[in-house]
């Protein structure tokens, strides 16, 4: 039975969860896979800190020549950042490992770079972990893209905002008591920047759009916005339409190329992404042969995102590697222009003393105006009144207009209703 040797680059949450599986799993691992793993080293910054899992004090170093001079076959890189992880995991491959990677950031940056360097090396390039923890994603859509053309990928994909947002709605909290509620309970960091902000989950979409669209396809479009401006009044009055706010990343090919969203975003009660709770994630795939596949589950922790890597160890062992799509853009893309109109959610707030006439400019605009109204609804809140409207194709410059006219902020929403078409359409031919 051959036994690879494996090297460990960090030994914080997530290699704690990859030593742990490869201590309880090793008879399993063996009989499934037959082979065995031995980890010959492990690089961390402080080598006398107390570690969560067992572990030979011999092979622990903070230096990675150290590393180096253990010949590992594989090296998981579980410690985060650019700097040193790149030059690392460049010297890793260069010295002919296969890689394995839980490190978002660096493959959302560089990905197509080391991508390029294993290929030239021979060499194995795997990060599962780094998308949806233990969700297999992007094994999944690997697989998928051997026949598959991948035209859409949205979902969510950060723990710690959807968890934020589900106590924001089924228990009242507000913004910064949700935060400090998933920092308590160690779903968010002490600087909950990354994830608050959207960029951990555009850094996973990203990814995702770098392995399903590959190198070739220019970005068009890319946007970014966090939940900090999402309140309990916006809540409700999603909620009396029908909808839940999530913070939805989405990948999506256009007809010249490819666009990259983290928007908050309303979902609507009957569409399974809105059921997603917590500190779980979901996702949706649009393959053109396949039609669409999704999945849920935790997004993170030590255990799920360990088992995502020991799963990319074994898929080393059976020779397999991620490889971006490499067709770009083809004829067919301007065929394959989806046409979906754009809803928007207009969320207006005025203070209570705005007048009538204010309020009815407002409504004759939306039900007269550009775009096509679905629906408005009204709460009142301490000295503020909002009022809210579900709109396809707005003009998005004359409701910004409107709004400042009328003195009242103005926030824009995606909503995510594919039935809002149809009903549209249903509508054209009653008043035909
Ligand atoms: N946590 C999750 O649930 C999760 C899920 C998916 C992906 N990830 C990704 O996995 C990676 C690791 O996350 P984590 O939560 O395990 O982080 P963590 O708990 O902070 O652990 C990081 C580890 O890397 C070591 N390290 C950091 N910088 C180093 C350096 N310059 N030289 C040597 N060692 C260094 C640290 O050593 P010391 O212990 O000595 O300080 C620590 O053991 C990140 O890229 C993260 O985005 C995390």
Redesign the pocket.
């Known amino acids: 039975m051959k036994t690879w040797k494996i090297a460990l680059?960090?030994?914080?949450?997530?290699?704690?969860?990859v030593m742990t599986i490869l201590h309880t799993h090793a008879t399993r691992i063996e009989k499934q896979a037959g082979v065995k793993f031995e980890v010959v080293g492990v690089?961390?910054?402080?080598?006398k800190?107390p570690?969560r899992v067992k572990v030979k004090r011999e092979l622990l170093t903070?230096e990675?020549e150290t590393i180096w001079e253990k010949n590992p076959e594989i090296v998981i890189?579980?410690?985060?950042?650019i700097?040193?992880?790149l030059g690392y995991i460049e010297q890793a491959i260069e010295r002919k490992c296969h890689v394995v990677?839980?490190?978002?950031?660096?493959i959302a940056a560089y990905g197509t770079h080391l991508h390029r360097l294993a290929d030239k090396n021979g060499v194995s390039l795997l990060y599962e972990?780094?998308v949806g923890?233990g969700i297999p994603i992007l094994n999944a859509l690997s697989q998928l893209l051997k026949a598959n053309r991948i035209t859409r990928v949205y979902g969510i994909l950060n723990g710690t905002t959807n968890y934020i947002l589900t106590k924001m709605e089924e228990e009242g909290l507000t913004y910064q008591e949700a935060l400090e509620q998933a920092q308590e309970f160690g779903f968010a960091e002490a600087d909950p920047t990354a994830d608050v902000e959207g960029y951990?989950a555009f850094n996973k979409i990203q990814i995702i759009a770098n392995l399903c669209f590959g190198p070739d396809t220019p970005v068009l479009e890319q946007e970014r916005e966090g939940i900090a401006s999402i309140t309990g009044e916006e809540m409700k009055v999603c909620e009396k339409l029908g909808y839940r706010i999530k913070l939805l990343a989405s990948a999506e090919r256009t007809d010249a190329g490819c666009c990259l969203r983290v928007v908050p975003t309303l979902v609507p009660y009957a569409h399974p992404l809105s059921g997603v709770k917590n500190e779980c994630n979901g996702v949706f795939i649009t393959g053109d042969v396949v039609g669409d596949v999704s999945f849920t589950g935790k997004?993170?922790?030590?255990l799920?995102?360990g088992s995502?890597i020991v799963e990319d160890m074994l898929n080393i062992v059976r020779g397999w590697t991620f490889t971006p799509d490499k067709e770009g853009l083809m004829r067919e893309d301007v065929e394959q222009s989806t046409g979906v109109e754009k809803v928007v959610l207009a969320f207006f707030t005025f203070s209570k003393q705005t007048n009538d006439s204010q309020k009815i400019r407002l409504i004759s605009f939306l039900s007269g105006g550009e775009g096509f109204l679905h629906a408005v609804e009204t709460v009142s809140s301490g000295s503020e009144v909002h009022v809210a409207a579900v709109i396809s194709n707005p003009d998005v410059y004359a409701l910004k207009a409107l709004a400042d006219d009328l003195q009242a902020e103005l926030k824009l929403r995606p909503v995510l209703d594919e039935r809002l078409s149809a009903a549209r359409e249903d509508a054209a031919v009653l008043v035909k």
């Open positions: 680059l960090g030994l914080g949450t997530v290699g704690s969860g690089l961390v910054r402080d080598v800190k570690r903070t990675i890189d579980a410690m985060g950042g700097s040193p992880a990677s839980a490190n978002k950031e660096m972990a780094s923890g951990d997004g993170a922790g030590a799920p995102t995502a």
